[in-house]
């Protein structure tokens, strides 16, 4: 009876990284550095979500990224801040909280506004432009446009050549054109199944 020796390559480069006194590998070590990367995670995070994060939308400039998730709360991150700064200052919340889970987040084109929409049926149209909003002062008041849905809001998209001009598709399956000049739905398309995604061309 043949017996064969099976050869893990991967294992076998590991079990010699593991001899070379270069390496000097310690599980306890390597252990406690991994908690210590957790818990500083875990500091930084606290002053952004408590929840799983659903949304996100970079800027067009790429300097801010806007999330929002199950905590119903809409986050804004300066990135200059976050990436290249080493004194960490935590992220602007926004005061106006949706009623449940946010499932979708926009700037518009200009990066005056930011759009959020979730499981609550509401769309709610944050401008920060209008109200100066300070970024990493903790939290900000601005004024929000309302806009309610009959089912909840899967996805938006910003016009990009009409900024006031956005789109929502909702769970029963209808997609609504929004025009911000105007004081409701525009003009609304029925879809013969739950919209997920959409982005303008």
């Not at 390597?30 to 930084?44: E, G, K, P, S, V």
Request: proline share 2%; glycine share 4%; hydrophobic share 35%.
């Amino acid at each position: 009876m043949r017996r064969y020796i099976s050869f893990n390559l991967i294992h076998h480069l590991r079990d010699e990284a593991l001899k070379c006194n270069q390496w000097n590998f310690n599980r306890s070590k390597y252990l406690q550095h991994r908690f210590d990367l957790y818990a500083t995670l875990n500091c930084q995070d606290g002053n952004g979500h408590s929840g799983c994060v659903n949304a996100l939308d970079f800027s067009s400039d790429g300097i801010f990224l806007a999330s929002g998730g199950d905590d119903k709360r809409v986050v804004l991150w300066n990135m200059t801040d976050t990436l290249f700064d080493a004194s960490y200052r935590p992220p602007t919340t926004l005061t106006a909280t949706h009623l449940s889970n946010i499932f979708s987040i926009k700037f518009d084109n200009q990066n005056r506004r930011i759009i959020s929409a979730g499981n609550d049926e509401q769309i709610l149209v944050h401008d920060i432009e209008k109200n100066n909003i300070r970024l990493n002062s903790g939290h900000a008041d601005e004024l929000v446009d309302v806009f309610l849905e009959s089912s909840p809001v899967n996805c938006l998209s910003v016009q990009p050549q009409q900024n006031d001009v956005f789109i929502a598709a909702t769970e029963d399956g209808h997609v609504h054109l929004y025009d911000l000049r105007s004081a409701s739905s525009a003009a609304e398309h029925d879809q013969p199944s739950t919209v997920v995604n959409h982005v303008f061309q």
